[in-house]
């Protein structure tokens, strides 16, 4: 297939959409793209990082240039990425990690995603009479935010597996934040797009406009002291700086104390928040091992249902370039959404059946598909259960203006990460230097429908779902790639396409993430505008599908480990590079 059409794609107008519906589920990509530029194959022998913006990936570098583990690389190019992309990450957010062990050969994970308040009810998001609030009414403001995990998973990442000093760690970020950094295109892109939402509270509006009210602009310098300051704090005092004493005091009085739009976060809830380390959700794909985040991710399971699926199809004789193919792809994407949506949530709260990855039920899911023709209609299948649980489909939204990381350091420990704010710029509200997370609003709206309960509705301590995807694959019980996307509920879709691209049509990393997307879901097919994914318009009508063109503003990062080198892989619609030695 071929590279997409360097141009700004045409854009859709997600903020009518999203206004026009009370409750739209996973409709819209989280961010447009500003440019596409051409991005070339990284090759390097002992080490790589990849991220979504170049400062933060050499801040990475020259950690692991010194010697530093992936752990270590890890905290500079977080808290990097948390001041220059502010509207994607940051210490007021969440991650999820999936880490390889070069020492041990062993594979893990750590769910650092944000929890409700302990003091939120299922209807946090419902009106006096019951009804689903609209989305920026939840979302700008107190009500959405959640105990943030971020600070904690790179403590946890640092005490584990880290090398260098913690406080060494903070001084690109510190440096960068005193000093100033210019503004790229993408966040003045951003800030120019969420103008009405950004100055709707004042210490946002200061950081982000010019005195005379107008946005920021590509190339302006921009200072962020708060933020440098809180990260000394953090360097002299450790992870207990941010969850214990005036830090977290200060964020949950500002969150309840909103005159618009007051939350419920509480000091005592930072107090009480903690990373989860879980075992890896793994599915068998060709000779392959693809293994990712479990609930309350729904990344590992989806993607994995997927690859599932179209395992029962020769894809690679089709290939890249036949319609048939991607109607495969995307009738087995929309099988697998209709799983997610009735079943997957935090599996601490709600059960889950355990068989979603079975082999014989994704074969019996794979037989509803004809090649040539759209499935007529989808609905959640029948998978093998213990204790079997009534459950009506989700009515959640997903908007996450995400990002992701890949490490490589040259001990062999691997990190793929993936991190957000949820939205855009998050609930908008600053406190300390950076943003507070929207992440509650990534729950269901809705509590009950038909009678039974969503199970990914909001209760306290619990975690909401997600679609993050980082994801590593084994061959033959070695790290075979690491691989992740920013994009919403999407990500499932720029994550699963890029594996099949690489596994079965034998691109190259980078060919495989620079590739057009072409996503299914819902039913609608999704084509990338300004691509060669627009020619798959008549074909896919022809078989029956309704077809969208839009913007697909994927944000994937990828390294694959063959014959003893590195390659490495950035997506060519946002700023993001690699880099390795």
Not at 119 to 132: S, T, V, Y
Not at 175 to 186: D, I, K, M, P, W
Not at 286 to 314: A, K
Request: a neutral charge; glycine letters at 10%; charged letters at 20%.
């Amino acid at each position: 297939m071929n590279k997409p059409i360097v141009t700004i794609a045409s854009l859709l107008a997600f903020s009518s959409l999203i206004q026009a519906s009370p409750q739209v589920t996973d409709a819209v990509a989280p961010e447009s793209t500003t440019s596409v530029a051409q991005k070339h194959l990284v090759t390097a022998d002992k080490f790589m990082v990849a991220a979504a913006n170049p400062l933060a990936v050499k801040a990475g570098y020259e950690v692991l240039k010194k010697g530093g583990t992936a752990a270590d690389a890890l905290v500079a190019v977080q808290t990097v990425l948390g001041l220059v992309e502010p509207q994607s990450s940051g210490l007021g957010g969440g991650a999820f990690l999936v880490y390889y062990n070069g020492k041990t050969h062993k594979l893990t994970t750590y769910d650092a995603r944000e929890t409700a308040p302990m003091a939120a009810r299922p209807e946090l998001f419902q009106d006096k009479n019951g009804q689903p609030l609209k989305f920026y009414d939840a979302v700008v403001g107190g009500r959405s935010v959640g105990t943030p995990g971020t600070v904690k998973l790179i403590a946890t990442m640092h005490q584990k597996y880290g090398k260098q000093p913690w406080a060494e760690l903070f001084k690109p970020a510190e440096q960068l934040a005193e000093n100033g950094f210019h503004v790229s295109q993408r966040l003045a892109g951003a800030i120019s797009d969420d103008m009405e939402r950004l100055s709707r509270y004042p210490d946002t509006k200061a950081y982000f406009f010019k005195k005379d009210g107008s946005p920021l602009l590509t190339g302006d310098l921009l200072v962020n002291q708060a933020y440098a300051d809180t990260l000394k704090r953090l360097a002299k005092e450790g992870e207990k700086a941010f969850y214990h004493g005036s830090i977290a005091r200060d964020i949950a009085a500002k969150v309840n104390h909103m005159k618009d739009n007051p939350g419920v976060l509480s000091e005592q809830d930072f107090a009480l928040y903690h990373v989860i380390e879980r075992e890896p959700v793994c599915a068998p794909y060709r000779q392959y091992n693809v293994c990712g985040m479990g609930p309350p991710s729904s990344g590992g399971l989806t993607v994995g249902q997927i690859l599932g699926i179209v395992s029962h199809f020769d894809l690679k004789s089709l290939g890249a370039d036949n319609p048939k193919s991607w109607q495969i792809i995307g009738d087995a994407s929309r099988l697998a959404f209709a799983d997610r949506g009735r079943y997957m949530a935090d599996s601490d709260y709600v059960p889950m059946p355990e068989g979603l990855l079975d082999p014989a039920y994704l074969a019996r899911r794979a037989a509803l598909i004809e090649p040539g023709k759209a499935l007529a209609s989808v609905s959640a299948g029948d998978p093998p259960w213990k204790n079997r649980v009534a459950q009506a489909d989700d009515q959640s939204i997903e908007l996450p203006c995400t990002t992701q990381i890949v490490i490589a350091d040259q001990f062999g420990n691997i990190i793929s990460m993936t991190s957000t704010i949820e939205n855009g710029f998050g609930s908008r509200i600053m406190s300390h230097g950076f943003l507070l997370n929207n992440e509650l609003t990534d729950f269901s709206f809705a509590s009950y429908a038909n009678g039974y309960p969503i199970a990914n509705r909001v209760e306290p301590g619990k975690r909401p779902r997600s679609s993050m995807s980082p994801t590593i694959v084994m061959k033959n019980g070695q790290p075979y790639m690491a691989v992740g996307s920013p994009g919403g509920s999407q990500i499932i879709g720029y994550v699963a396409s890029t594996l099949i691209a690489n596994l079965d049509w034998g691109m190259d990393i980078q060919q495989a993430i620079s590739s057009p997307h072409l996503l299914n879901r819902f039913g609608t097919y999704e084509l990338e505008a300004g691509t060669s994914a627009e020619t798959y318009k008549a074909a896919l009508k022809k078989m029956g599908y309704q077809v969208q063109i839009r913007d697909l503003n994927s944000g994937l990062q990828g390294i694959v480990f063959t014959d003893g080198k590195l390659q490495g892989g950035a997506d060519p619609r946002r700023e993001g590079v690699a880099m390795g030695d």
